[in-house]
């Protein structure tokens, strides 16, 4: 027998625990349990399948999706304190366009700038491979300049780029089809990195505009799967992104200026365009080097001066000392709690798997590893 007044979660009425227990009912209650627990689970596999349907149908575009997010995130506390200061409710739609607009700029106005550097430089190279194959390639002033192997490098230089037709023959040996292939790849790819980008900046200005419902939605969705733990996590990961931020972008966009005023001073050709490609090498931990090796190999080619290509390396090589072991691994394990050696594994490791992306990515999944170790290693007595 049952008690009408004592019902389940679900409305069917639960069993009486007495010895008066009807065995059909008990089938009955029982069957009624196991159907639920097979939609429980038929639902959970069909919500799984058209998740992981999703993620293939965006599969071309997850990306520009997390690069969206980044974006968001990195600008979020300086966008929440601008629109609390952004009186009406125009805010809704221009403050985020504003922001957007902003961080597009950030990134296309370098690309502009070394995209008509690269053309100019590039008619001079034709022009310059144009004179070689009727004229030869005179031996540099500045080999004169070396402190070791002057006769050697003049000799060899006399014996294979002096001669008009070496150098002809030289230049004759490259496939001029092929070249015209590797363009006609590089045009479609430099295409699709851009619808990739437009794609991420429109990201970006629809989780500024609706970042308030996006945060609520996360939390709860957190909260219900992982519960307090699970908002843990995203905090941990939403610092480490933070953190990479700071300590990635804008410790890289400092290194750039102090080295291109140094290119400046020192006579280096294009100190400005250079200044910008020493700030995206230093993105990433010891590569400012090699931008900073290839001025200072340039300057010492077009201008023999092999003082201020030293004064560069030299100090291109204290700046990034600080940067990378004091001022970087403050930045972004300062907010994490997380050390050094973790730091690094992160960007580097990041870095080789997710490309670009993984700058952020790798800090932030060593975050949370660091976390979780942290909570699993704490002995409990």
């Known amino acids: 027998m049952t008690d009408p007044h004592n019902a389940d979660q679900d409305g069917f009425p639960a069993p009486m625990t007495g010895r008066e227990v009807d065995p059909s009912t008990m089938r009955t209650f029982r069957s009624f349990r196991e159907t639920q627990r097979t939609q429980r689970i038929a639902r959970a596999g069909l919500a799984l399948f058209f998740v992981l349907l999703g993620l293939y149908t965006v599969r071309g575009f997850l990306p520009s999706l997390i690069w969206g997010c980044v974006f968001a995130i990195a600008s979020w506390p300086l966008y929440a304190r601008a629109r609390r200061r952004w009186n009406g409710r125009a805010h809704r739609i221009l403050l985020p366009l504003l922001f957007t607009l902003t961080i597009a700029f950030i990134f296309i106005g370098p690309l502009a700038l070394f995209g008509l550097e690269a053309g100019r ?68 790819q430099v295409l699709h990195r851009v619808l990739l980008f437009a794609f991420a900046i429109l990201t970006l200005f629809f989780l500024l505009k609706d970042g308030d419902s996006v945060i609520r939605q996360s939390l709860n969705v957190s909260r219900r799967a992982f519960g307090k733990r699970g908002e843990r996590i995203a905090l941990q990961m ?144």
């Not at 194959?133 to 070396?146: C, K």
């Not at 200026?257 to 100190?271: D, E, N, R, S, T």
């Not at 993105?283 to 290509?309: D, E, R």
């Open 121 to 188: 430089e590039a008619e001079g190279v034709l022009r310059f491979l144009n004179e070689a194959r009727h004229s030869g390639i005179p031996v540099p002033d500045w080999i004169s300049n070396l402190p070791y192997g002057q006769g050697a490098i003049t000799a060899w230089w006399n014996e294979h780029l002096k001669n008009p037709a070496d150098v002809s023959a030289l230049l004759g040996t490259m496939n001029i089809g092929q070249s015209v292939k590797v363009t006609q790849q590089l045009g479609s």
């Open 238 to 381: 939403i610092a480490s992104v933070h953190g990479s931020v700071s300590g990635l972008v804008l410790v890289g966009i400092g290194e750039g200026m102090l080295m291109a005023v140094a290119y400046l001073v020192a006579g280096a050709p294009h100190p400005f365009l250079f200044g910008v490609v020493t700030a995206i090498a230093a993105m990433i931990p010891f590569c400012a080097f090699i931008a900073i090796s290839a001025v200072a190999l340039m300057l010492l080619i077009k201008t023999g001066a092999l003082f201020g290509a030293m004064a560069i390396i030299l100090l291109g090589m204290a700046v990034i000392f600080l940067a990378d072991h004091l001022v970087r691994p403050a930045l972004i394990g300062g907010s994490t709690q997380l050390p050094f050696l973790w730091v690094l594994a992160g960007i580097l490791g990041g870095a080789e798997s997710w490309s670009l992306l993984g700058l952020f990515m790798g800090p932030a999944i060593m975050a949370v590893l660091h976390m979780l170790w942290l909570n699993w290693s704490r002995a409990r007595y």
